[in-house]
């Protein structure tokens, strides 16, 4: 099963732009990532589905179109222009196997500061 | 709106058991995968166990296959995880999450904290 890779960290100044990565082990560069938006004391929240083509479907209830992502290789970005205090959370990624689906994996996660 | 309730953490001393609830509602429970993924305290997501919409299909992580059973009702809009044999390593939140192909929706979580 893929290992997926997340920088424990990340900041942006309000109204700039951050862009999250999540790297998937090496061969799995096929594979679909989710992220997932944390905010303290809170369940998470699905943000989007992303493949090497951008997005796959649709992006979770209430997520703004600041919100985008893009996929290349074995990486998986999230990119949140001009950043709102609100945005301030942990992000996720995750990958699941799909219809065969016997196993989810987790990335660390990113904490994301608004500065 | 859909809204996901989880309830029966608490603390518990190793080796003890406890059984998790997940309340649901705003939705046709019946016709959605189910799963629950724990988080320990300042840690990631770990994914815990898998359930099919009619039962017939069940996953567990290796690190609590044989000592946690997931379970639904679909009369009462539940879902269950019954946990055994608790070690100090299953302290965690626990969260019920809707599964769409994605998990598209969580609950807000109950902490399980495994101690003597």
């Known amino acids: 099963q893929p290992v997926l890779t997340q920088p424990p960290s990340a900041s942006a100044s309000l109204g700039a732009s951050v862009t999250l990565t999540c790297t998937l082990s090496?061969?799995?560069?096929?594979?679909?990532v989710d992220w997932y938006q944390q905010k303290p004391g809170k369940g998470p929240r699905f943000v989007m589905r992303?493949?090497?083509?951008?997005?796959?479907?649709s992006k979770g209830d209430g997520i703004p179109d600041r919100f985008s992502v893009l996929g290349s290789g074995l990486n998986r970005y999230l990119t949140i222009k001009n950043i709102q205090e609100e945005d301030e959370s942990d992000y996720h990624c995750?990958?699941?196997?799909?219809?065969?689906?016997?196993?989810?994996?987790f990335g660390g996660g990113t904490k994301l500061t608004v500065l | 709106q859909v809204q996901l309730v989880e309830s029966g953490g608490g603390l518990v001393e190793p080796g003890g058991s406890l059984r998790l609830s997940c309340a649901a509602s705003?939705?046709?429970?019946?016709?959605?995968?189910m799963s629950w993924i724990r988080q320990s305290p300042g840690k990631g997501l770990e994914w815990v166990s898998y359930?099919?919409?009619?039962?017939?299909?069940?996953h567990d992580a290796d690190s609590v296959k044989g000592r946690f059973t997931i379970s639904r009702d679909n009369a009462k809009n539940s879902l269950y995880l019954q946990m055994n044999s608790l070690r100090a390593e299953d302290t965690a939140v626990y969260y019920c999450?809707?599964?769409?192909?994605?998990?598209?929706?969580w609950g807000q979580g109950t902490l399980v904290t495994v101690s003597s």
């Open positions: 999450a809707r599964y769409h192909s994605e998990f598209d929706y």
């Open positions: 705003g939705f046709t429970f019946s016709d959605y995968y």
């Open positions: 359930i099919s919409h009619d039962s017939n299909i069940i």
């Open positions: 090496s061969g799995y560069s096929n594979y679909k």
């Open positions: 992303v493949g090497t083509g951008g997005i796959v479907g």
């Open positions: 995750g990958a699941d196997h799909g219809s065969g689906f016997n196993f989810v994996v």
